[in-house]
Nanobody, 121 residues
Framework: QVQLVESGGGLVQPGGSLTLSCVAS????????MGWYRQAPGKQRELVAT???????NYADSVKGRFTISRDNAKNTVYLQMNSLSPEDTAVYSC???????????????WGKGTLVTVSS
């Protein structure tokens, strides 16, 4: 079994910063791409940022220059540093991981349950 646990969400004022973390644990042989997605109230889920196993990153245009994705392969952890937050960034942020399971060497993708980020004064 594989679990993803996010942390770091909360309430922040406009212009503030937050850092999200997502730890993957369980039957993991290797992790490929890790990423963050978000879903605002009444909207579709959208890509925020992804990072490959070699460190190549991809960002949504709406967060370029403000958000930074990084990962610690030794800890099976992906981070999302969010700066200059605005109310439009309010959403549930979910972690997504593509990995190969140690138990059967199947390549699967997993989602975390999400962490709420609220940007409000």
């Amino acid at each position: 079994q594989v679990q993803l646990v996010e942390s770091g969400g909360g309430l922040v004022q406009p212009g503030g910063s937050l850092t999200l973390s997502c730890v993957a644990s369980g039957s993991i042989y290797t992790i490929y791409t890790m990423g963050w997605y978000r879903q605002a109230p009444g909207k579709q889920r959208e890509l925020v940022a992804t990072i490959t196993s070699t460190g190549k990153t991809n960002y949504a245009d709406s967060v370029k220059g403000r958000f930074t994705i990084s990962r610690d392969n030794a800890k099976n952890t992906v981070y999302l540093q969010m700066n200059s937050l605005s109310p439009e960034d309010t959403a549930v942020y979910s972690c997504h991981v593509d990995l190969m399971r140690y138990s059967d060497f199947e390549i699967m993708d997993y989602w975390g349950k999400g962490t709420l980020v609220t940007v409000s004064s």
